[in-house]
């Protein structure tokens, strides 16, 4: 389906919120607690890692307008740069990653939902019940068509921001910048609590390639995907240092660095505890937005690589609102299974360990994203001057998210490494099933 071809398809508010939904989920709402025992160096930190998000988001942005065909986002352009396994490594580890985090996703939605229904806190039954039905219901919407979940996003990503933007604005009143002396909190340098500071924040930002995979379902893909990338990375970027500065203003660090709801505590200063549930409602809704947005990308993605006959064919199989309902079906039915895994006693570290594993297969697509861009901008390039621009772009966002993969720990890249090649076996047997006759 052509972007431009009907009503089923993303305008630009529909995208940006897509960017902005899809970073802001449960974790930004405990950052600043885990923030705290660095004190107000982390600000720094905050904004290191904003400036590398910012790149990256430049070099996607960029990338959309060079590639003629870039539905699939960040596997379209690791396939551009070089050819259909590298281009399938990442498709199959961003695609695994995404349900897996969609499971994480669930279990912190149902934790917020649990202050207004503690029986979600007392009762696994019933919390993985719950848990399941949230995943079923946002996959059933899903199905009714792109329009549906881009209005979704605008709804809950403007419900979320409203207790951020409340305590920005009402928290300067309460703003005490003793709170932030000593500058440096931590037993390191500040260079080494800058650089762990910004690795901690830098996952904050995953999520702003969302807008480019499914280019083919927005209007005017090559204007409006780099805009939305761009104005939702900054928009997010505002709200995390601005919520975390007034946070750590209103709270002393000791007190915050041992607080389980940091915003809670900081809307109990300035309303009581009515205000401690409207926070409270901001995480559900947060959670509840981003695993929107993520059910939507992850048939996306498999979509994109299906119709390059690279994943099975079934993952491009659309109904009759022309989303590919059966790659969602899948993504959801193992979303449900990980889900599960958190509520089942003895699996329970297996589900940390899948969360971690995750990590590092969403970082790998930025790193071949930022070699592909000066692999084929510089296929281009007609000046010295340009090829200057090119390698200081690329080679810093490729920096940036080498430096995000080694932050990500060296469990996590083993693990993530083994899982990728265990994609491999997928590939061979495509390739092999393409090739032979029908």
């Keep these: 389906m052509a972007a431009d071809s009907g009503k089923q398809s993303l305008g630009i508010w529909m995208t940006t919120a897509l960017v902005i939904g899809n970073m802001i989920g449960a974790g930004i709402f405990m ?57 399938f490594l990442v498709a199959w580890g961003y695609w695994v990653s995404i349900w897996i985090a969609n499971a994480a996703i669930t279990i912190a939605f149902i934790s917020a939902m649990s202050v207004f229904f503690p029986v979600l806190n007392t009762h696994s039954l019933f919390a993985a019940g719950a848990s399941l039905a949230t995943i079923w219901g946002l996959t059933w919407y899903n199905s009714l068509g792109v329009r549906s979940s881009g209005k979704m996003q605008v709804v809950t990503t403007l419900l979320k921001l409203v207790p951020i933007v409340v305590i920005i604005i009402g928290g300067f009143f309460y703003f005490d910048p003793a709170n932030f002396i000593p500058f440096n909190a931590s037993e390191t340098s500040s260079l080494g609590a800058i650089a762990a500071t910004g690795a901690l924040t830098f996952y904050s930002f995953l999520g702003f390639e969302s807008a480019t995979v499914p280019s083919d379902k927005v209007r005017n893909p090559k204007k409006t995907i780099p805009m939305a990338t761009l104005w939702g990375t900054l928009i997010t970027t505002a709200v995390y240092i601005l919520s975390t500065v007034v946070i750590m203003g209103m709270i002393p660090a000791q007190d915050l660095s041992v607080s389980a709801a940091p915003f809670a505590d900081a809307m109990e200063i300035m309303s009581g505890k009515l205000g401690a549930g409207f926070v409270a409602a901001g995480v559900a809704i947060a959670s509840f937005g981003a695993l929107n947005g993520w059910i939507f990308i992850q048939s996306q993605v498999a979509e994109a690589t299906a119709r390059d006959r690279l994943f099975p064919g079934v993952f491009q199989k659309e109904n009759r609102h022309g989303v590919p309902i059966w790659g969602m079906v899948i993504g959801s039915t193992l979303s449900s299974l990980v889900v599960l895994m958190n509520y ?95």
Excluded: H
């Excluded at 290191?48 to 990338?63: D, I, N």
């Design 31 to 87: 950052m600043p607690a885990t923030l705290a025992g660095f004190g107000g160096i982390s600000i720094i930190g905050w904004v290191v890692s904003a400036a590398g998000a910012l790149l990256l988001a430049r070099v996607f942005s960029a990338l959309t307008k060079m590639i003629p065909n870039s539905n699939g986002g960040p596997y379209a352009f690791a396939k551009a740069g070089f050819g259909d396994y590298i281009g």
């Design 344 to 438: 089942t006693e003895g699996l329970v570290e297996q589900f940390r360990f899948m969360i971690l594993l995750s990590t590092f297969c969403v970082l790998i697509p930025y790193l071949f994203a930022s070699a592909a861009f000066v692999v084929l901008s510089l296929e281009n390039s007609q000046s010295n001057r340009s090829r200057v621009g090119i390698f200081t772009l690329g080679g810093l966002a490729f920096a940036f998210s080498l430096w995000g993969i080694y932050g990500a720990g060296e469990s996590s890249v083993l693990w993530g490494f083994i899982l990728l090649m265990l994609g491999t076996p997928v590939y061979v047997f495509m390739k092999w099933k393409n090739k032979s006759p029908e």
